[in-house]
């Protein structure tokens, strides 16, 4: 039984939580912003503008792990749904933009003992995130 509410899929129907996988994935850590940008007014107060966004962070992968996730990513981005955690601690379903990680985040690998092959440290962009309504 799945611990943790993050959830991927290409329309809100097929969401599947990570752990649910074929080969289940661990929850990551994620970090996610209400906006693209925030502005400082002349009162003080500050403005967000732009569309949220959220980064999946992974501690380590490894490759079926990975091929997972791939599914929803086959390019360098894709379109997705996600379910992820917002600022008030609890989760919500957006459509975004999935970013893969960036070349230099993908040749960083753990080469010791059993962990040969995993991948250390990822991170997952989504942006453009709209929020779906239940």
């Given amino acids: 039984m799945p611990v943790d509410?993050?959830?991927i899929g290409i329309d809100v129907p097929s969401l599947t939580n990570l752990e649910s996988l074929t080969t289940p994935v661990n929850p990551p850590r994620s970090i996610y912003s209400p906006a693209s940008?925030?502005?400082d007014r002349a009162d003080g107060s500050t403005v967000g503008r732009g569309?949220?966004?959220?980064?999946?962070?992974?501690?380590?992968?490894?490759k079926a792990m990975l091929d997972q996730l791939r599914i929803f990513?086959?390019?360098y981005s894709e379109p997705v749904y996600i379910q992820t955690r917002i600022q008030d601690d609890t989760f919500a379903i957006f459509s975004g933009v999935m970013v893969w990680?960036?070349?230099?985040q993908m040749?960083?690998?753990i080469g010791a003992g059993k962990y040969v092959g995993f991948y250390q440290g990822l991170e997952f962009i989504f942006r453009r995130l709209v929020?779906?309504?239940p």
């Fill in 131 to 133: 929020l779906e309504t």
């Fill in 5 to 7: 509410q993050y959830e």
């Fill in 51 to 62: 569309f949220p966004w959220t980064i999946w962070q992974f501690p380590s992968l490894d």
């Fill in 37 to 39: 940008i925030f502005i």
């Fill in 101 to 104: 990680p960036s070349k230099e």
């Fill in 107 to 109: 040749e960083k690998r």
């Fill in 73 to 75: 990513c086959p390019g």
